[in-house]
């Protein structure tokens, strides 16, 4: 942010981005349809969302558009979401950063404990392997629960 006189500040394109994304997402050929129903439903919502890709059914690597949103979650404080084919490959690749807590959540408890424990920031869901419903229902308890902090931020803190 630049200020050049008392009233005037110049919010620059950047700083605007993160200022008004509320969650990146990302996933690979194997998450697209599942992602594409994330996106609609956390516009509903009023979340600000941004895709990071992919942007169509074509094969791709998942690595690589894990490591967008890893970025973009370790630059602004925000948090992610990822989708592949299972998950898995989502959240191995996320968890390779500092920094990066991502968890592989297939029901509403571990989405729920996560964020109480872990303080989880990205989510990893797999579109072969949770349906539509139950994956907006752990998108959106994931997005709710705030971290429990305490004894868990020390734990954290270890990893
Ligand atoms: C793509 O076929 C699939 O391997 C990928 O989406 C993911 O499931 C990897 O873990």
């Not at 989708?83 to 729920?112: E, P, Q, W």
């Not at 349906?131 to 705030?146: F, M, R």
Request: hydrophobic letters at 35%.
């Amino acid at each position: 942010m630049i200020n050049y006189c008392k009233n005037v500040t110049i919010v620059t394109r950047k700083e605007n981005k993160y200022m008004t994304t509320d969650i990146f997402i990302g996933s690979d050929h194997g998450g697209y349809k599942l992602k594409n129903e994330i996106i609609k439903h956390l516009d509903d919502l009023n979340y600000k969302v941004q895709d990071m890709g992919c942007y169509t059914e074509e094969a791709c690597d998942y690595p690589a558009i894990a490591k967008k949103v890893v970025n973009e979650v370790l630059e602004t404080g925000k948090k992610g979401i990822l989708v592949c084919g299972t998950g898995i490959g989502m959240s191995i690749a996320a968890n390779r950063f500092s920094g990066i807590r991502a968890s592989h959540c297939t029901d509403t408890f571990t989405a729920r404990m996560t964020r109480m424990h872990n303080n989880s920031n990205i989510l990893c869901l797999g579109e072969r392997i949770t349906g539509i419903g139950l994956a907006l229902d752990i998108v959106d308890i994931w997005l709710k629960t705030e971290f429990e902090g305490g004894r868990h931020l020390k734990r954290i803190n270890m990893l």
